[in-house]
């Protein structure tokens, strides 16, 4: 009887302590699963973070250049500006080497062009001159032909004065060294004429106030 009791008494104990271990076992397996997991739950702001760490090398690139302390999405994003703005300095130098060889070529046609007026405007005292040539050759009078070169002289002159050409009048003139080139000196014939152009050997020329050509002259002392 007794040991009846104690085995009944025994079956209830362990019972109810398989139970009570059954019921901690439960209880842990769902705290486990109701434990948020700090390490799986944001995964993306870690990458984030690691994404945004910068090598020893870039940080000191950007501490050099003023830039110390941005992220590597700011430093993107200032790449992609600096990029953009190499771009538009490429285009513009481009543009600019392109304007410059247009005006150089430009130049250079208009210095190939430049005198066409000047040679069209002569042609005809070329003409006469030619003219002039074959009547000279069947000429019986000097006289004739003195005129024939004096009128040809005179239009060529003529032409010139038209595109802007005008001489200088040195003789008696003050020497200046800024219109004259001094090619001798020799004796004044006379006290006032000291210190000026007693002859010219080669007249001086202006074409639209701009002296082309010094006037060789002599000078009397």
């Known amino acids: 009887m007794k040991e009846s009791l104690e085995n009944t008494v025994g079956q209830d104990l362990g019972g109810s302590k398989e139970g009570k271990s059954s019921t901690v076992q439960h209880d842990e397996v769902n705290n486990l699963s109701e434990k948020p997991m700090d390490s799986e739950e ?3 702001d870690d990458a984030d973070e690691k994404h945004d760490e910068l090598d020893a090398e870039t940080q000191d690139f950007l501490t050099r250049l003023g830039l110390k302390g941005k992220s590597k999405r700011e430093v993107i994003e200032l790449k992609k500006k600096l990029e953009e703005m190499s771009d538009k300095h490429l285009r513009c130098l481009a543009e600019f080497e392109n304007a410059k060889r247009r005006n150089a070529k430009e130049r250079l046609e208009l210095m190939k062009t430049a005198s066409q007026d000047v040679m069209q405007s002569l042609l005809p005292v070329l003409d006469d001159f030619e003219r002039a040539l074959k009547q000279m050759e069947q000429a019986t009078s000097v006289e004739a032909v003195r005129e024939g070169v004096v009128l040809i002289h ?3 002159k003529g032409v010139l004065e038209q595109k802007g050409l005008k001489r200088m009048d040195s003789l008696g ?11 001798t000196e020799i004796l004044a014939p006379s006290e006032s004429m000291k210190g000026k152009v007693i002859d010219e050997i080669e007249r001086g020329y202006v074409l639209n106030d701009k002296i082309i050509r010094y006037a060789k002259v002599i000078v009397g002392k």
């Open 42 to 44: 944001n995964p993306s």
């Open 154 to 156: 005179d239009k060529l």
């Open 173 to 183: 003139q003050e020497f200046n060294v800024e219109q004259h080139e001094a090619v």
